[in-house]
């Protein structure tokens, strides 16, 4: 499983002027110059930038930053199923009919029947073709091509993905049709798992099961012949396109010339769809005419660019503290600020089996004695987050732990008296002072990122750790090359990680708990469980440890798997997280951060999408209509 946070390297300023932070999942500010200017006009081209380009180039099957969830959603694709594109306050976390019904499901819970709209056409050059069931029979073939789905996230479709199960006969497929795949009709679509998901029709929402068009009788489609570039081919159902989509010649050969509305590294030009429908797609309002965004430029860059109206934002990056600090307090520009709870967790990963955190006492006293409050702060305070008591973010549990802390502190600044009495009942304090004097507590292995603001934070941890006896060795270096492929790695024995957070990558609980803290995601082929729970013996004993058994949570999770969306997935998704904190307590959430973004005086309509975590760009309307 791969990593999915977005903003991992904020750099911000103490002192920022801090917004109201509300609590819910409501953004602070939820519009830009706004409402009071009547309704809002469709029309115009809304301009933005970025400081770098997805990673895979648009390819539904891998694209797996965070940065291109938004387009595809938005724009782009869409799928059987998807969302609103606004915030949890007003439904963005709940699912929503898209090309197709909400699915029947089977009494056993294994078979998904979904039936497909009629009279949806794919852009120009497939404007006379329509989608049926074969075409999203088509994208999971296409998943299930191990090329084609290379470093995506194909896993939550296999049955071996370590996510509770899969389509049958997804593994054997190998870029055919999986037996479990049927296409009943030209308008029906019935899927049949290994085991009950009750998360399955959220995975049905990601870009990657998006329809294909066909292409004589290539089980691939118009994808044949694209395992590492169809993003530069990509003909969808949104209302955008990339721009030159209408120039592909559908019985010309793969090598034809790409999309020239993308060019990767530079930018993307999204246009109208004119094969899009409104009133088939109640969840994109799709207000402007055109989407244009550059790529590069230094945040700094991007921000002076947003201040004389060059762009209308810096889109998925993170306003220098200065800019920021400059229109909180500018009363005709404090509304152009906006920060959003994210479905985003930062947070302090205990490696379990490595002394002194194989003791869960030391843990406990661990979680009690951080400052997280003076953590925050080194992000630029309040505005980029709510301290965080517990693992799994509010909006994935309905809320049912929005008041649970076990380890709560003064303002969140950590209580000394509380972790030393943790401490005192530790294998590791000989005289029961509450300060550790083993010689485990010496030099604990901590590897970070070396990026702003994490030399901050470590200076940070290294003075809160020291309270109760633990001193850290921290060695610091690149985030990518360096601190994941150490903190991923069992051999590495790296006892504490602290430089990691969780982005979910659909509104279920399932895309934190088993991806972080279960068995499947063990690395280094497996992520992110850079904790070790739910470890093997013979794991352990292959990697060099002297620990033999450690903490599962797996069939805490595997409970909760199966069950249905409702209120009994939440309850058990909430009770499953006060396992993580309570029972395992391999980590220490700190933040739930938020997204903060700042617009130009032309957007209007500022909304925020739960779902993808972005602004959301079909919801975004300009100034006059753009004129």
């Given amino acids: 499983m791969k990593r999915i946070l977005k903003l991992v390297a904020v750099v911000a300023v103490a002192g920022l002027v801090a917004a109201a932070c509300g609590g819910g999942n409501k953004s602070t500010n939820t519009g830009s110059p706004s409402a009071s200017t009547g309704a809002l006009q469709s029309g115009g081209v809304l301009k933005l930038a970025i400081e770098a380009d997805v990673d895979h180039a648009f390819d539904p099957a891998k694209e797996y930053s965070t940065l291109s969830f938004e387009p595809f959603r938005c724009c782009l694709l869409r799928t059987l199923v998807s969302t609103n594109g606004q915030d949890a306050s007003h439904d963005g976390d709940i699912l929503q009919p898209d090309l197709a019904a909400l699915p029947q499901i089977s009494a056993d ?4 029947t979904f039936t497909i709209q009629s009279g949806i056409h794919y852009a120009p050059p497939f404007d006379n073709v329509e989608v049926t069931a074969g075409d999203f029979a088509r994208a999971i073939a296409r998943e299930s091509d191990s090329q084609a789905s290379a470093n995506g996230y194909s ?14 006969g997804f593994d054997e497929a190998k870029g055919t049709v999986p037996s479990g795949v049927k296409v009943v009709d030209d308008h029906t679509l019935a899927i049949t798992l290994t085991a009950p998901l009750g998360d399955f029709p959220w995975r049905m929402s990601m870009a990657a099961m998006a329809p294909i068009p066909p292409v004589g009788n290539s089980v691939l489609g118009w994808a044949t012949g694209h395992t590492k570039d169809y993003g530069r081919y990509l003909v969808g159902t949104g209302p955008y396109m990339f721009k030159g989509t209408d120039a592909l010649d559908p019985s010309g050969p793969p090598s034809q010339a790409a999309i020239s509305g993308y060019v990767p590294g530079r930018s993307w030009t999204l246009v109208r769809n004119p094969s ?3 009133s088939t797609d109640p969840n994109r309002p799709a207000y402007v005419d055109e989407i244009d965004v550059a790529i590069g430029g230094t945040a700094q860059v991007l921000a002076n660019e947003v201040d004389n109206g060059t762009i209308d934002m810096e889109f998925g990056g993170v306003p220098p503290a200065q800019q920021l600090a400059a229109y909180q307090a500018d009363p005709t520009k404090a509304t152009q600020v906006h920060a959003t709870p994210s479905d985003g967790v930062r947070y302090l990963a205990m490696n379990i089996a490595l002394p002194p955190f194989d003791d869960i006492h030391v843990r406990k006293a661990m979680n009690y004695v951080i400052d997280k409050d003076a953590l925050r702060r080194t992000r630029g305070g309040p505005l980029f987050g709510d301290i965080a008591g517990h693992f799994i973010v509010n909006s994935l549990t309905g809320d049912i732990n929005a008041n649970y802390d076990p380890y709560a502190s003064p303002n969140g ?3 000394v008296t509380k972790a030393k009495a943790e401490m005192a009942l530790s294998k590791y304090d000989t005289n029961g002072d509450g300060i550790c004097d083993a010689p485990e507590c010496n030099g604990v292995l901590t590897i970070t990122d070396s990026a702003d603001p994490y030399p901050a934070q470590n200076a940070i941890l290294v003075a809160s750790a020291k309270k ?3 001193s850290l060795d921290v060695r610091a270096g690149d985030r990518y090359t360096f601190m994941y492929d150490k903190c991923l790695d069992p051999t590495s024995h790296a006892a504490f990680c602290p430089s990691v957070g969780w982005f979910k990558d659909y509104p279920d609980a399932l895309t934190f708990g088993p991806p972080t803290l279960g068995s499947a995601a063990i690395g280094p082929g497996g992520c992110c469980n850079y904790s070790l729970v739910g470890a093997s013996n013979d794991l352990l004993k292959a990697d060099g440890y002297t620990t033999t058994d450690v903490a ?3 069939a805490v999770f595997n409970k909760c798997t199966v069950m249905p969306i409702g209120q009994e997935r939440l309850q058990c998704w909430a009770d499953a997280d006060k396992a ?3 029972q395992a307590v391999p980590v220490i959430p700190w933040l739930f ?5 700042l617009t130009g005086s032309r957007i209007l309509n500022y909304t925020y999408d739960q779902s993808a975590g972005m602004m959301s760009l079909d919801h975004v309307a300009l100034v006059g209509g753009g004129a």
């Fill in 109 to 112: 819970g294994l078979t998904y």
């Fill in 468 to 470: 109760i006896g633990i």
């Fill in 413 to 415: 600044q950590g209580d």
């Fill in 155 to 168: 896993f939550y479709y296999s049955p071996s993905g370590g996510t509770g199960g899969g389509i049958v």
């Fill in 580 to 582: 993580i904190m309570e």
């Fill in 593 to 597: 951060d938020k997204d903060v973004d």
């Fill in 552 to 554: 599962s949570l797996d």
């Fill in 276 to 278: 899009w429908d409104a």
